[in-house]
């Protein structure tokens, strides 16, 4: 009987195979749109990039869009295809893949499109995304700390709360060691399996940290180069430094009223970047600035203390306006006051905040070097922090993965500058 039942069971499964075989299904499974993310190359209020992957060669990589109406249907109806260029990556000791790029331009500001990638044939679900305003309006964004380990087992548990707590942010800003081995190929199908459908409708804008980076590839200073893996994920502003091998780990991009500037500080002694730095925040007419890199100039963890970053960065950014200095690398949480020359300064000086957090599961030890500069600080808590923009107004929380509101403060602009009003 039981000998029975096996091989009925073998037969079973050899006529599955069969099926499969012959209705194409594992061709279907390889062209399949997979970890499609959207980033912006270019203005957020009129354009739009998407990035896909397929296990296979596809003839005709494309997208469409639509404006979204009340019914899928009717939206779907009025789609209009727009190609897409494909990069070839070859895995390490793994298979070649293949990502593809649709760039939506022309789009108008503040609006909802629909839109799903291909290759004609088979599709993707449709899923949308909101252009940014033309004028200043309020927004919110989110501001993440390292992901980096067991993203798939912990790090969900983290970035749904945080997509539960804020739905409508307009993108996600993280702060480098998205994964811990950027040329493994298992961390990033952790990553966008955590992800689900956030990053289809949630722009993603990334900030390369030490764990991105390729053990090979070294630059002309001999600082580690971006991983390509990590490069194909996304689809970045070409606007850094004037150095081909830095492109896209470091650009900055104006939303609603806020330049946005990513430095990618596994160089930070390049001079390109420096004076790439001091040129975007000089021609800023933003109302605020900030900036993002992972390693922190104020180190809140372990027994770190990085006096060239501080030497290479403070000066510019205590020089120009920039009001918060977005960090990782600690594994901890951290933020200072309004700081100058390494010491707190009166809420209404000029003069940036630091902050240092994390999302994922890793945790370092408190670190005394700068913990008499630190308004709010936890170890051991896993964090997500909303950002809300307004004219006016700056205003960030810091929520733990419990959801409590472990931070929380206001800038508020002023005739000469701006004040910081503690919340917390
Ligand atoms: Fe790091």
């Not at 499109?113 to 993707?124: A, H, P, Q």
């Not at 940036?352 to 709010?376: D, E, M, Q, W």
């Not at 997500?384 to 602009?413: C, G």
Request: aromatic share 10%; charged share 20%; net charge neutral.
């Amino acid at each position: 009987m039981f000998k029975n039942y096996r091989k009925s069971k073998l037969l079973f499964l050899i006529l599955l195979n069969l099926i499969f075989v012959a209705t194409g299904s594992t061709q279907t499974d390889a062209v399949e749109p997979q970890r499609i993310t959207l980033t912006w190359e270019g203005d957020p209020a009129t354009t739009q990039s998407v990035v896909w992957r397929t296990d296979a060669m596809v003839e005709n990589p494309c997208a469409e869009i639509a404006l979204l109406a009340p019914h899928l249907n009717i939206a779907g109806k009025n789609a209009n295809t727009v190609p897409a260029s494909t990069e070839t990556i070859t895995i390490e000791a793994g298979p070649t893949v293949y990502y593809h790029t649709a760039r939506f331009q022309n789009l108008s500001p503040a609006q909802y499109y629909l839109y799903r990638v291909g290759d004609g044939k088979i599709w993707s679900e449709w899923n949308t995304f909101r252009t940014a305003d033309k004028e200043n309006l309020p927004f919110q964004f989110l501001y993440l700390g390292d992901v980096q380990n067991d993203i798939l087992s912990k790090w969900s548990v983290l970035i749904r709360q945080a997509f539960s707590r804020a739905p409508m942010a307009r993108f996600y800003l993280y702060a480098g060691d998205l994964v811990n081995r950027g040329q493994d190929d298992d961390n990033w199908r952790e990553f966008f399996a955590a992800l689900g459908f956030i990053p289809r409708m949630i722009p993603t804008v990334p900030v390369p940290g030490n764990h991105d980076t390729s053990r090979k590839l070294l630059g002309i200073r001999g600082s580690r180069l971006v991983d390509p893996l990590y490069r194909a994920h996304f689809a970045l502003p070409k606007n850094g430094p004037d150095d081909k091998e830095e492109q896209e780990s470091a650009f900055f991009m104006d939303y609603q009223g806020m330049r946005l500037i990513a430095v990618n500080t596994n160089s930070n002694d390049n001079p390109a970047q420096l004076q790439w730095l001091e040129k975007v925040l000089k021609e800023s007419r933003a109302n605020w600035n900030i900036v993002c890199h992972h390693h922190p100039l104020f180190s809140v963890g372990n027994d770190r203390n990085d006096s060239e970053l501080r030497k290479n960065l403070m000066p510019i950014y205590q020089q120009y306006q920039v009001d918060i200095v977005l960090q990782g690398h600690d594994h901890r949480y951290g933020r200072t006051n309004k700081i100058v020359n390494e010491q707190t300064v009166s809420d209404s000086a000029r003069a940036p905040i630091y902050i240092v957090s994390v999302s994922g599961p890793k945790a370092y030890r408190h670190n005394p070097h700068f913990a008499h500069l630190l308004h709010v600080e936890a170890g051991e808590t896993q964090c997500y922090q909303i950002i809300n923009v307004t004219p006016e107004e700056l205003r960030y929380e810091a929520w733990s993965l419990d959801n409590q509101l472990i931070d929380a403060f206001a800038l508020r602009k002023t005739v000469n500058g701006t004040v910081l009003v503690n919340l917390k």
